[in-house]
């Protein structure tokens, strides 16, 4: 049932201006340090570029996270639709891997040769989802709560998110495609660990983006600035599609390619034996349920702490995205920390640590173990450890999985199958389902329902890695 949205809480788009312009500064800002900055050879170009749409897009994912359930509300729907709104960017994201996995299977160079063949539609893409949203913004903030015109809205706001993530699982499809081929075998684990990171920046500042323009516009006391979140979308989809034009034809690939290609090879050949076989096979499809698993607690995790936030806790609206900023960009100082130390353990006792610290977290997360009377402040805490801790756990495991990919042609388990598979467990599957269900548990049971789920999920995450992957990694 819809709560009663009986007070305007959204800003007139004059009093915008000052978020808007200082956005614009900044993107502005960002693309002249971009080509600043940019050196080094074609293939690190590429790698570069990627990896930067890949932060602007999540960033856009995560500009909706605070104002989901405002937006809601004032179209007539409530916490379910809320989820939906969130996830249904992962849903898309599925289908524009899928584009992109189907097309680059019938042209296996074209990630080199023909790279704008996938990364046009990109950009198109990027520009009409953002067109939409903007456009479906100003649509919830002026047409009656009651009106039938809200059903169209609804429809809009769904739609310009799943545009949005086709766009998105197109960059991510094509950086996982290429990635085997642009970097060496040793290391692959960290530029997994690199591009998880540009995840995590895109999905914590988005949310702090969101506050940064709640406190610097003009709006009324406790209005929000969901026009002006519209518009720093189309800004975002601009940019993106100059950014992909930048991309490079590697015309060196040919070689590359055959570097890369035997860098792939296992070191035991390409023969293997059925028990090698069988235990490569168990390590990859292990990491795809890993990571199926670690993206349904993450997406949970970003929608239910900002729900909580907003409906329990009662923090104000310019604050919610700094605080679940907060929480996810602790993933920044845990990168860097395993980085510089990771010649203290292996991979394995790294992944092992993580899992335990995401563990402490979960625990923290449950409304009974707080004893202190800062329940809200434990809440972000636990979200802290959860979040990086999943990641980098995550990162590592799939870093180790590359690793174990049969040569290119032979097995439905190769590099352009696996990233594939890896767009549709995280994304098409882990992502779509994760907000929708959190904030559903939210809904029915409250804080303490959405945290068993969370922990019980968690320790499935934990299991599967001691007991399907660990015993059978060979390399």
């Known amino acids: 049932m819809a709560e009663p949205f009986s007070v305007m809480h959204l800003c007139n788009i004059k009093d915008q201006l000052p978020s808007l312009l200082i956005s614009a500064f900044i993107l502005i800002s960002v ?3 971009f080509f600043w900055l940019t050196t080094g050879s074609k293939k690190g170009l590429a790698r570069q570029i990627l990896n930067w749409s890949m932060f602007f897009s999540l960033m856009m994912y995560a500009l909706v996270i605070p104002d989901s359930y405002i937006i809601s509300k004032k179209v007539g729907t409530g916490m379910g639709f809320s989820g939906w709104l969130i996830g ?4 898309g ?3 524009g891997a899928l584009f992109c996995w189907h097309a680059m299977k019938k042209s296996p160079d074209m990630w080199w040769k023909a790279p704008q063949t996938i990364l046009l539609p990109t950009a198109i893409s990027q520009i009409v989802g953002a067109m939409l949203y903007t456009v479906a913004t100003f649509m919830a903030a002026y047409i009656p709560y009651h009106s039938t015109w809200n059903l169209v809205t609804r429809f809009e706001l769904l739609l310009s998110r799943f545009v949005l993530g086709c766009a998105q699982g197109m960059v991510e499809q094509m950086t996982l495609r290429a990635t085997p081929y642009l970097v060496s075998m040793e290391d692959r684990p960290h530029a997994t660990s690199v591009f998880i990171l540009c995840v995590n920046l895109g999905i914590g500042l988005g949310p702090m983006a969101d506050s940064f323009m709640s406190v610097i516009d003009r709006c009324p006391q406790g209005a929000d600035p969901v026009q002006g979140v519209g518009i720093l979308h189309a ?3 601009i940019f993106i599609f100059v950014l992909l034009q930048m991309y490079p034809k590697l015309k060196s690939a040919p070689e590359d390619s055959e570097e890369c290609v035997s860098a792939q090879k296992h070191p035991l050949g390409e023969k293997h034996s059925e028990e090698e076989f069988a235990r490569k096979t168990k390590v990859i499809v292990g990491s795809l349920i890993m990571t199926t698993v670690r993206a349904f607690i993450v997406a949970a995790l970003e929608a239910a702490v900002a729900l909580l936030l907003q409906t329990k806790y009662g923090v104000r609206q310019q604050d919610v995205g700094l605080l679940i900023a907060i929480a996810f960009l602790a993933s920044i100082p845990v990168h860097y920390c395993r980085a510089s130390l990771s010649w203290l353990m292996s991979d394995i006792a790294w992944m092992r640590l993580a899992n335990f610290v995401a563990l402490l977290g979960a625990v923290l ?9 800062n329940c809200m402040w434990q809440l972000i805490i636990g ?3 959860l979040f990086p801790c999943l990641y980098v756990s995550d990162s590592l495991n799939w870093g180790t999985a590359t690793k174990h990919f049969f040569p290119p042609g032979t097995s439905l388990l190769d590099a352009t199958h696996a990233s594939l598979w890896y767009i549709i467990c995280s994304n098409g599957i882990g992502r779509s389902f994760g907000p929708w269900v959190a904030r559903m548990m939210i809904a029915l049971g409250g804080q303490v329902l959405y945290s068993w789920l969370q922990f019980l999920v968690l320790v499935t995450f934990m299991v599967l890695f001691e007991a399907k992957i660990r015993p059978n990694i060979l390399l």
């Open 383 to 385: 979200s802290m450890l």
């Open 365 to 373: 997360c449950f409304p009974q173990t707080c004893t202190t009377g």
């Open 88 to 91: 249904t960017y992962f849903l």
């Open 93 to 95: 994201s599925n289908f």
């Open 31 to 33: 693309s002249i340090a």
């Open 235 to 237: 800004l975002l989809g």
